[in-house]
Each structure stands twice: as structure tokens, then as C-alpha cells.
């Protein structure tokens, strides 16, 4: 199916919604399957959803109840994460493998149902085990209730903008090559908008997404960053645009020409198209940026920006005129990043408050960064200095278990899964963002953190430059959190809380860590269950840069994890 016409259907559900009352069970069936797909002049088989790529959108209202029944026809073990629902008391419905459910296996099916509660704006959904997500994803629309309106100008229309990577190969064959030479993947071949790359890549240009809008409307883009192991700049030539919301929390607005957005990252804008009709098209493009010292996708994916043109001679022909080209920000450009990422403030006003921890009952320092492990014997492998490549939070790279952490924790059978004392600070302390230590070795493990029902927690995330310093996009699953401050070096504890921004900071789920810098978070573990913390880079996911959270029930009946579903999958 061509994306113009699931942009259609997408308008027609959209617009089927926008008058469907509040409340309401919205059921919907994702088919995983696989089918040819033509990219670059390349064809390969495509794993997806109802044959889609990016996949249906799911569409409902705040406070509606969403059943998505998932049905496996593929060869590979499936699950789905709805990326940044909170999931309150639905933890089973979260979604990555071996942490809250085994995977959904061939010709088996699970059904997601959960509420969105106290939630609206834009999120994401995808396939939540090995580099699945790499085609497994799609769009998440929540609506205000019908009685509420929007804190900023109603749009003329809303448009989903999806980024996402193309590989030539299959994405599972690039990652088990690394995991198994214990080298660095290779990158993708392609980025895409709304699963198309564009005019500046070779054997491409009918593969252009198109977003046609009218002179003097108001349109609303719901950027979602989907692609594998890329942040992202992104810009529209000769327009600027407005940042309303971020990671479906509305912010206070502001301009600009040039935005980043971090895989699992999301962010509503307000385009504001020319009064008149323009003698030319616009290019919406996109590309890295990369802070690493491994390779990267340096490539460049762009979409065009047309306006519907009244079918008059005295307007000429746009085929004949060239495209203007947006001046995107350098791909290293971190000084960009930094000013960009403090204009984002929560709106922290009597409707939409900002509800931050003003006191913290438990506090971590986590170091996250990349490491080494030792080379089986007998083998070569690729890494730095003849190791394999690793990434770790404390020095610790967490190994997924072969049954659901979740489950273990519900039914009080954790020992031999796993175990609760995930180091609170570095095991081995040094210059974090200096010279990197001589011992580069990580430890493996299946350790948590296990919070008391309704414990405040900050946690400050601590790049480190041991094989080079790199941003890390981490995301919390089962909460919101408050970036509560951020900064270069190495964290002071005396120095730097008083600097927090305990008012208005932003409210997200997922967050570049600064290269060579530090981030510090806020949030209420108010939610029992067992919740994963990662990278999403996925590599470095893979790597082993991930842990979880164990919140253990609360005194009330609503404050306790329910029974699983009778057709959760078993391992």
C-alpha cells in the first residue's frame, strides 16, 4: 500500500474520531506479516504490520480504553510497546520482551488493553525485541477529550511525520554479525520520512513523501522520531515552526528554524504556510547528529513541502523550478542541541501543572557510556583492542532473562532471575567525562532497583568518555519524568542541584543525555510493576545499556499490580 494512501485512510480515522465521544473501547487488530518492499532499487522482505511501513496509526481520545490484538504470522517472536503510555495498573500491556511479558510466538496472538489515562497529544508504538522496530512501528494520536480544545491555535490539519532507516540487509542479520564479532552493526542504508527517502538518494525520487498545504493554514506535525540508532535534525526550508508539545505534554511554545528529535521522541509543531503562493517547493529534510567516533549514516533524507496551486497559467509550472534547501544545523553541532533543548519548559499553569518531586526520598548516579568485554577464546573479534563492544549503566550491562522479569516479580518466584541491588553509584569511581581508566571491562547481570510504592526519586545520568563521548537517548518506560537540570563534565553534587529548575523543567519519557555532560530527572514511582530504563539507541541497547525498575505494590487495592492477562504469552 502506497504511504499517500495510508496518509488518506490515516485522515478519514482521524476525522471518523474527532466526532466519537469520550470514554470509549477502541478495538483494532495488527497483523505482524512480512511482504517485498522496493527501496534504493533494492527489494527485500519487510516485516510489518497489516502490511504497512510505518504501520496503522492507533487513534483514540484521552480516557478511552485501546485493545490492540496482536496476531504473529512470521517466523520471528513479536511483542509491541506503546512508547510512552504511562500504563497505570496495566503494566502487562507494556510490552519489551522478557521484561513485562515473554514474546508473542509464530501463529500465536496476545491482546494489548490498557486506558489512556490523564494523557494526550503524540507517542509511538513498535515492536519491542532484537531490531524488530526497525520496520514494526507506527503512530500513536491521542485526542483531547471532546469538551477540551487545544492550548494553542486550532490547526487547519494535523499530519503525521515519521522518521524512520532503511537497511538493504536484513536488520536482524546486521545485529547478530556485531553481537557475534563483537563489532560495531552496520549502519542503514537509507532514512525515511513516513517510510519514504526521498529525492537525494540514488533510485529514489518516486519514493518522496509530499505534504501539500494551502497559503495563510495553520498545520499541525506530529514528529516522531522512529529510526534505529539516530538523533535527528530536521527543518523546512525557508519556514519556521512552533514547538507545542513534546512527548505528548504540552510546552510553552516557541520558534525556531532547525529542531533535533531523539529516537522515541516525539514533538507536535505548528507550521505556518505563506499567505501567498510561493514560486517554488520547500524541501523537509532530515539528518544525523553524531557525536560518537564509530561510523554513522551521514546521509540526508528529505520530503517536499508543496502548496496546492490554483490551476491558473499565470502561476508557472513548479516542475521547472528548483527546490529551496533548508540550512540544517552541523552534524556535531552540540552547542545547537544545548540551546535547543533548554527552550523546552513544561506550560506549569493551573490546568497543566508541573507536578515536580520538590523532595527526593531516593537518589542515583548513574553512569552510562559505553565498555568493552572480553573476547570469547578461541575467537576474533572486532572491538577495540581485539574485545567485544559493550554499553553499561554503573558499569553494569544488564542481560535479559529467559522468563519475564514481571512475571517472576508478580508471582514471587525472582530468585535465580534476577536481583534487586543494581548499584545506587559507580562501583569504581574516576574522571568520567577525562581520561578514560586503563580497566574497560563491564560487568554482566540481571540486577534491579526496587522502590517502595510512592518513593520520589532523582536520578542524574552521567555520560562517560571511555571509548569517546557520546549522547545517549535514554527513555523510562511506565513513567513521565522532570529534567530537572543538565550540563557538561562531570556532575557536582554540591554545586549543581542548585541550579535545578524545580518550576517549570520538561516533561518527558525519553532524553538525549548530554555528550561528555550529565542529566538530571525527576519522578514519582507511582506506578507497581517492573518498568525498563534504556538507551534508545538500539545498538547500544543491544550492547547492554539498559536496566529496570521493580515498584512494589502500594497499600490501597488501586495501588497493586492486577493478575496477568489469561492470554499472556509464556516463554
Given at each position: 500500500?502506497?504511504?499517500?494512501?495510508?496518509?488518506?485512510?490515516?485522515?478519514?480515522?482521524?476525522?471518523?474520531?474527532?466526532?466519537?465521544?469520550?470514554?470509549?473501547?477502541?478495538?483494532?487488530?495488527?497483523?505482524?506479516?512480512?511482504?517485498?518492499?522496493?527501496?534504493?532499487?533494492?527489494?527485500?522482505?519487510?516485516?510489518?504490520?497489516?502490511?504497512?511501513?510505518?504501520?496503522?496509526?492507533?487513534?483514540?481520545?484521552?480516557?478511552?480504553?485501546?485493545?490492540?490484538k496482536?496476531?504473529?504470522?512470521?517466523?520471528?517472536?513479536?511483542?509491541?510497546?506503546?512508547?510512552?503510555?504511562?500504563?497505570?495498573?496495566t503494566?502487562?500491556a507494556?510490552?519489551?520482551?522478557?521484561v513485562?511479558?515473554?514474546?508473542?510466538?509464530?501463529?500465536?496472538?496476545?491482546?494489548?488493553?490498557?486506558?489512556?489515562?490523564?494523557?494526550?497529544?503524540?507517542?509511538?508504538?513498535?515492536?519491542?525485541?532484537?531490531?524488530?522496530?526497525?520496520?514494526?512501528?507506527?503512530?500513536?494520536?491521542?485526542?483531547?477529550?471532546?469538551?477540551?480544545?487545544?492550548?494553542?491555535?486550532?490547526?487547519?490539519?494535523?499530519?503525521?511525520?515519521?522518521?524512520?532507516e532503511w537497511?538493504?540487509?536484513?536488520?536482524?542479520?546486521v545485529?547478530?554479525?556485531?553481537?557475534?564479532?563483537?563489532?560495531?552493526?552496520?549502519?542503514?542504508?537509507?532514512y525515511?520520512?513516513?517510510?519514504?527517502?526521498?529525492?537525494?538518494?540514488?533510485?529514489?525520487?518516486?519514493?518522496?513523501?509530499k505534504?501539500?498545504?494551502?497559503p495563510g493554514?495553520?498545520?499541525?506535525?506530529?514528529?516522531i522520531?522512529?529510526?534505529?540508532?539516530?538523533?535527528?535534525?530536521?527543518?523546512?526550508?525557508?519556514?519556521?515552526?512552533?514547538v507545542?508539545?513534546?512527548?505528548?505534554?504540552?510546552?510553552?511554545?516557541f520558534?525556531?528554524?532547525?529542531?533535533?528529535?531523539?529516537?522515541?521522541q516525539?514533538?507536535?509543531?505548528?507550521?505556518?504556510t505563506?499567505p501567498?503562493?510561493?514560486n517554488s517547493?520547500?524541501l523537509?529534510?532530515?539528518?544525523?547528529?553524531?557525536?560518537?567516533?564509530?561510523?554513522?549514516?551521514?546521509?540526508?533524507?528529505?520530503?517536499?513541502?508543496?502548496?496546492?496551486?490554483?490551476?491558473?497559467?499565470?502561476?508557472?509550472?513548479?516542475?521547472?523550478?528548483?527546490?529551496?534547501?533548508p540550512?540544517?544545523?552541523?552534524m556535531?553541532s552540540?552547542a545547537?542541541v544545548t540551546?535547543?533543548?533548554?527552550?523546552?519548559r513544561?506550560?506549569?499553569?493551573?490546568?497543566?501543572?508541573a507536578?515536580v518531586?520538590?523532595?527526593?526520598?531516593?537518589?542515583?548516579?548513574?553512569?552510562?557510556?559505553?565498555?568493552?568485554?572480553?573476547?570469547?577464546?578461541?575467537?576474533?573479534?572486532?572491538?577495540?583492542?581485539?574485545?567485544?563492544?559493550?554499553?553499561?549503566?554503573?558499569?553494569?550491562?544488564?542481560?535479559?532473562?529467559?522468563?519475564?522479569?514481571?512475571?517472576?516479580?508478580?508471582?514471587?518466584?525472582?530468585?535465580?532471575?534476577?536481583?534487586?541491588?543494581?548499584?545506587?553509584?559507580?562501583?569504581?569511581?574516576?574522571n568520567?567525562?577525562?581520561?578514560?581508566?586503563?580497566?574497560?571491562?563491564?560487568?554482566?547481570?540481571?540486577?534491579?532497583?526496587?522502590?517502595?510504592?510512592n518513593?520520589?526519586?532523582?536520578?542524574?545520568?552521567?555520560?562517560?568518555?571511555?571509548?569517546?563521548?557520546?549522547?545517549?537517548?535514554?527513555?523510562?518506560?511506565?513513567f513521565?519524568?522532570?529534567?530537572v537540570?543538565?550540563?557538561?563534565?562531570?556532575y557536582?553534587?554540591?554545586?549543581?542541584?542548585?541550579?535545578?529548575?524545580?518550576?517549570?523543567?520538561?516533561?518527558?519519557?525519553t532524553?538525549?543525555v548530554?555528550?561528555?555532560?550529565?542529566?538530571?530527572?525527576r519522578?514519582?514511582?507511582?506506578?507497581?510493576?517492573?518498568w525498563f530504563?534504556?538507551?534508545?539507541l538500539?545498538?547500544?541497547?543491544?550492547?547492554?545499556?539498559r536496566?529496570?525498575?521493580v515498584?512494589?505494590?502500594?497499600p490501597q487495592?488501586?495501588q497493586?499490580?492486577?493478575?496477568?492477562?489469561?492470554?499472556?504469552?509464556?516463554?
Amino acid at each position: 500500500m502506497g504511504f499517500q494512501n495510508q496518509l488518506f485512510i490515516f485522515c478519514t480515522l482521524l476525522l471518523g474520531f474527532l466526532k466519537l465521544a469520550d470514554g470509549k473501547t477502541r478495538h483494532y487488530t495488527f497483523n505482524i506479516d512480512s511482504h517485498n518492499m522496493t527501496r534504493l532499487c533494492h527489494t527485500r522482505s519487510v516485516l510489518s504490520v497489516n502490511k504497512q511501513v510505518p504501520g496503522p496509526p492507533l487513534v483514540a481520545r484521552e480516557g478511552d480504553r485501546v485493545l490492540i490484538k496482536v496476531k504473529n504470522h512470521v517466523a520471528n517472536n513479536v511483542t509491541i510497546h506503546w512508547h510512552g503510555v504511562r500504563q497505570l495498573g496495566t503494566g502487562w500491556a507494556d510490552g519489551p520482551a522478557y521484561v513485562t511479558q515473554c514474546p508473542i510466538q509464530t501463529n500465536q496472538s496476545f491482546t494489548y488493553n490498557f486506558t489512556l489515562t490523564g494523557q494526550r497529544g503524540t507517542l509511538l508504538w513498535h515492536a519491542h525485541i532484537s531490531w524488530l522496530r526497525s520496520s514494526i512501528y507506527g503512530p500513536i494520536i491521542i485526542l483531547p477529550r471532546r469538551n477540551e480544545s487545544y492550548p494553542f491555535e486550532k490547526p487547519y490539519k494535523e499530519v503525521p511525520i515519521m522518521f524512520g532507516e532503511w537497511f538493504n540487509a536484513d536488520p536482524e542479520a546486521v545485529i547478530a554479525e556485531a553481537l557475534q564479532t563483537g563489532g560495531g552493526p552496520n549502519v542503514s542504508d537509507a532514512y525515511t520520512i513516513n517510510g519514504l527517502p526521498g529525492p537525494l538518494y540514488n533510485c529514489s525520487s518516486k519514493d518522496t513523501f509530499k505534504l501539500k498545504v494551502k497559503p495563510g493554514k495553520t498545520y499541525l506535525l506530529r514528529l516522531i522520531n522512529a529510526a534505529l540508532n539516530d538523533e535527528l535534525f530536521f527543518s523546512i526550508a525557508n519556514h519556521t515552526v512552533t514547538v507545542v508539545e513534546a512527548d505528548a505534554v504540552y510546552v510553552k511554545p516557541f520558534s525556531t528554524d532547525s529542531l533535533l528529535i531523539t529516537p522515541g521522541q516525539t514533538m507536535n509543531v505548528l507550521l505556518k504556510t505563506k499567505p501567498d503562493f510561493p514560486n517554488s517547493t520547500f524541501l523537509m529534510e532530515a539528518w544525523p547528529y553524531f557525536t560518537g567516533l564509530g561510523t554513522f549514516d551521514n546521509s540526508t533524507v528529505a520530503g517536499i513541502l508543496e502548496y496546492q496551486r490554483p490551476t491558473s497559467s499565470n502561476y508557472p509550472s513548479l516542475k521547472k523550478l528548483p527546490p529551496y534547501k533548508p540550512t540544517l544545523p552541523l552534524m556535531n553541532s552540540t552547542a545547537f542541541v544545548t540551546n535547543f533543548t533548554r527552550q523546552l519548559r513544561s506550560l506549569a499553569n493551573a490546568k497543566f501543572p508541573a507536578n515536580v518531586p520538590q523532595k527526593v526520598d531516593r537518589k542515583f548516579y548513574f553512569t552510562v557510556g559505553l565498555g568493552t568485554m572480553p573476547c570469547p577464546k578461541n575467537t576474533t573479534c572486532q572491538g577495540p583492542n581485539g574485545t567485544k563492544f559493550a554499553a553499561s549503566i554503573n558499569n553494569m550491562s544488564f542481560v535479559l532473562p529467559s522468563i519475564a522479569l514481571l512475571q517472576a516479580h508478580f508471582s514471587g518466584q525472582s530468585n535465580g532471575v534476577y536481583t534487586t541491588d543494581f548499584p545506587a553509584n559507580p562501583p569504581v569511581q574516576f574522571n568520567y567525562t577525562g581520561t578514560p581508566p586503563n580497566n574497560t571491562m563491564v560487568t554482566n547481570a540481571t540486577k534491579t532497583v526496587q522502590l517502595a510504592y510512592n518513593t520520589s526519586v532523582e536520578v542524574v545520568l552521567q555520560d562517560t568518555t571511555i571509548l569517546g563521548a557520546e549522547s545517549h537517548s535514554l527513555h523510562l518506560h511506565g513513567f513521565n519524568f522532570f529534567i530537572v537540570g543538565q550540563g557538561f563534565g562531570n556532575y557536582d553534587s554540591n554545586k549543581d542541584p542548585a541550579k535545578f529548575n524545580l518550576v517549570d523543567p520538561v516533561e518527558r519519557n525519553t532524553f538525549g543525555v548530554p555528550a561528555g555532560g550529565w542529566a538530571a530527572i525527576r519522578f514519582l514511582a507511582d506506578n507497581p510493576g517492573v518498568w525498563f530504563m534504556h538507551c534508545h539507541l538500539d545498538v547500544h541497547t543491544s550492547w547492554g545499556l539498559r536496566m529496570a525498575w521493580v515498584v512494589l505494590d502500594g497499600p490501597q487495592p488501586n495501588q497493586k499490580l492486577p493478575p496477568p492477562p489469561s492470554d499472556l504469552p509464556k516463554c
